[in-house]
């Protein structure tokens, strides 16, 4: 669209339909019908394992939520997918940090400038600093070198960051050593190990780069990440919120045609996915409802109940009705049993009485 007075063009997103595909929607919207498109992208299925990467920072809220759960699904997957942590940092020589020789952006990077993060607190002289957050970020790239790169699954990585982020996510205990080494100890990790890789790669006060860092940049750059968190899955990004059920299913979608696993076959279309995972199956509630309805289960007992009101509140009626006659019967008896008594006994036949003994008797029964 040219100049809208803005003094800057605008791009309008589009897609490519076939005729024959745009014929039929223009049809029904001459129709005055609603239609409703879905654009969706196929994800490779090169073979029977899914390599699956996540991008986020210590200090990230966003991806919080998977990162507390999504461990019972990385080890239902198990050898079936390979899973990459990856840490945001800013290249802060690119960004004139480095400048110099030395730090120009004060409490923002480590290694002279060379390596950045946002200060997370916005304050540069308290708080969580940015160069805590990069110490943090390498601290968890070297506890995965050691317990993850192998299996692709790191239960430790996952135990140390779930530890973390519920005790040391504070700005008073973020950077506190026995914190620190809390959650190294609650996920059985041997923290001479971590430090020892954080110092062999270039620690982070030198003037000197640090080579697990300069991976992650260059990584970064060349993917070209832009938004965190970000998650991809056989290298294709996903869309919409990273939650459970999403990224579990991208996953699922991403195995060659036969090689699903089983925890695939099984959870797949489960509402709670997370759940089915950590116990192998989906419940009834979940796998019958879809997500949207009630469950068949649900429906025959709320179909049972409502039979047995119908049916107790019509049995009532009829014991009312029943009643209610038994007492008129029993009026009418009551207004002709004197006669017996009238002329001083006279035993002579009595049509009134004599329907009151037979036909009043027989409407009681």
Known sequence: MADDGSG???????????????????????????????????????????????????????????????????KALGDHAYFTPHMFIYDGTKNGCNGA????????????????????????????SGADVVAESLRRLC????????????????????????????????????????????????????????????????????????????????????????????ESIIRGSLNVNNVFGAI??????????DICETCSECPDRLTCASTGKCTVSASKSGGNGVSYHTFLTFMFMTFCGFAGFGIYQYRKTQMEMREQVRGILAEYMPLEDQEGGNNDFNPAIDFARRGGESLIQ
């Not at 952006?105 to 308290?126: H, S, V």
């Not at 699922?252 to 696993?261: F, I, M, N, R, S």
């Open 252 to 261: 699922c979608a991403g195995y060659l045609e036969g090689t699903k696993p």
């Open 143 to 234: 506890i995965w070198k050691h317990y993850g790169e192998k299996d692709g699954i790191g239960s430790e990585w996952w135990d140390y960051v779930n530890h973390f982020m519920d005790h040391c996510q504070t700005s008073t205990s973020f950077t506190d050593k026995k914190c620190i080494d809390g959650a190294i100890s609650s996920a059985k990790i041997d923290g001479g190990r971590i430090g020892q890789c954080m110092s062999d790669s270039g620690g982070l006060e030198s003037d000197s780069t640090n080579s697990v860092l300069q991976d992650e940049i260059e990584f970064q750059q060349k993917r070209g990440i832009v938004i965190l968190p970000s998650a991809y899955v056989n």
């Open 8 to 74: 800057s063009d605008i791009t309008i997103p589009s897609f490519l339909m076939f005729k024959h595909d745009a014929d039929k929607v223009k049809d029904e919207v001459m129709q005055g019908n609603v239609v409703q498109i879905e654009m969706t992208w196929a994800l490779p299925s090169p073979d029977d394992r899914v390599e699956y990467d996540l991008w986020t920072t210590p200090t990230e809220f966003a991806s919080k939520d998977i990162l507390s759960k999504f461990h019972e699904v990385a």
């Open 101 to 128: 020789g030395k730090n120009q952006c004060y409490t923002l990077c480590t290694n002279n400038g060379r390596y950045c993060a946002l200060d997370p607190d916005n304050d540069l002289d308290a708080g969580i």
